[in-house]
């Protein structure tokens, strides 16, 4: 990527960032809001606990599979370090989360590059298992006893307000 390209993204992230400080993220949620996964993280899949924040569950052996945490609704966030997009989409995706802390099982797996660049053989596998072809992508799902009974896959970065929408429906 050219450098006037990065600059230019850059910039954008900057500006959707202050827009949404702008309308409504008060001061408290910003303090929150650095309590993320960052582009240094290490390679791997992550989930959110409401009392300790996002720990990392492993980085190898299998793939993440949607009901190994249990009962309920699943939200999986495919990040790429390298994606301007993803970073795009964290603005929402960090502030969503916590805000429905309580109410799915939320999952970040995370990679340099899909599974070509990727210091986690479990992260890479779930890249490859769930067929990821574009990032950010976010699949929701809702899981009885093993079987998924509803799921939905989006491409691109989200709104608050879209992820919201795909939450709500999986709870139907």
């Known amino acids: 990527m050219k450098q006037e390209e990065e600059k230019e993204i850059k910039e954008l992230i900057e500006k959707?960032?202050?827009?949404?400080?702008?309308?409504?993220?008060?001061?408290?949620?910003?303090?929150?809001?650095?309590?993320?996964?960052?582009?240094?993280?290490?390679?791997?899949?992550?989930?959110?606990?409401?009392?300790k924040g996002w720990q990392l569950l492993r980085i190898e052996g299998e793939a993440f599979?949607?009901?190994e945490l249990g009962n309920?609704?699943?939200?999986?966030?495919?990040?790429?370090?390298k994606c301007p997009a993803c970073r795009i989409h964290d603005i929402a995706w960090y502030p969503f989360v916590e805000k429905h802390e309580r109410e799915a099982h939320f999952v970040v797996i995370l990679c340099e590059w899909f599974s070509r660049h990727c210091r986690s053989s479990a992260a890479a596998k779930?890249?490859?298992?769930?067929?990821?072809?574009?990032s950010p992508t976010t699949i929701f799902a809702y899981v009885e006893e093993n079987i998924i009974v509803k799921q939905v896959k989006?491409?691109?970065?989200?709104?608050?307000?879209?992820?919201?929408?795909?939450?709500?429906?999986?709870?139907?």
Request: aromatic share 12%; proline share 1%; hydrophobic share 35%.
């Open 16 to 51: 959707i960032y202050k827009k949404m400080l702008k309308e409504g993220i008060d001061a408290r949620d910003k303090k929150r809001f650095k309590k993320r996964i960052g582009t240094t993280d290490e390679h791997g899949i992550y989930v959110y606990r409401p009392e």
């Open 72 to 81: 309920g609704v699943y939200v999986l966030y495919f990040d790429n370090t």
């Open 65 to 67: 599979r949607l009901g």
């Open 154 to 172: 989006r491409e691109g970065a989200l709104t608050v307000s879209e992820l919201e929408a795909l939450l709500e429906s999986m709870k139907k």
């Open 126 to 134: 779930s890249f490859i298992s769930y067929r990821i072809r574009a």
